[in-house]
C-alpha cells in the first residue's frame, strides 16, 4: 500500500494556553515542527515517526485547524493498523483530551455512533429541495452502493452504519430517493431496530 493513510484521528476542540500546549506536546512526544509528509501537512504544528520495520511506519501528529480546533492523528505507510493498535492509540488520544478538558468533536474511525460528527440537517423550510420528487441524481441506486458512500463496511459497528444512514435520510436529497432504495433503507433500519420511517 502506498503513501500515508490515517489510522486513527481524533478532533477535539477548546482554549488551551501556552503552558497547555508545551504540556501536550511533550506528553505525545513530538518534535515541534510540521511534517512534510502525508496529507495536510500545512497544518501540523508537531509530529515523531513512532516506529518503522518492514511491515509499516507509523507518526503520530499533533495539527491546529483554528485557535481552539485540534486533531490527533496517527498516520501509518505500508501495511494498515492492527485493531490493538487502533484502540491503543485512540485510548491515548482520549486520555490527553480529558486531562486538557477539550470536547471530542469526532473519532474515526468510530467505534460508536457517539463518536461521529454528523451536523443537524437543514430544517425543511429552508431546504434547497423540500418537495417529494426531487430529481435524484446521485450515481447509487441501492443500498450496497449508498453503504459505500456513506464509508459503511462490513467492519462498520452497527450503531454507527444506523447513524450515518438516518442522517443520510435526513438530507434534503433524500426526497428524491428512488423508491426501490428507500424499501431498502426503510427495511434495514426496522431489521436492525429502528421502527422509524426513513425520511420522517
Known sequence: MAGWWRGVQVLATGELNQAQIRWLIEALGVVETSRTEGPAPEISIGHREVARDAQR????????????SWVFTVFFEGEPLTEEMVGRYREWFRELVGQLDLSVIRIDP??????????????????EFPAPGTTWDLRFQTLSELFFHLDVTDRTPAD?????????????????APAGLRREVEDYLAETGTSRRAGD
Open 57 to 68: 511506519r507509523i507518526l503520530v501528529d499533533l495539527s491546529r485547524l483554528s485557535e481552539t
Open 110 to 127: 468510530p467505534r460508536t455512533a457517539d463518536d461521529l460528527h454528523l451536523p443537524d440537517p437543514q430544517p425543511a423550510a429552508v431546504r
Open 160 to 176: 454507527v452504519a444506523r447513524a450515518r444512514l438516518e442522517h443520510f435520510t435526513r438530507q434534503s436529497v433524500w426526497d428524491g
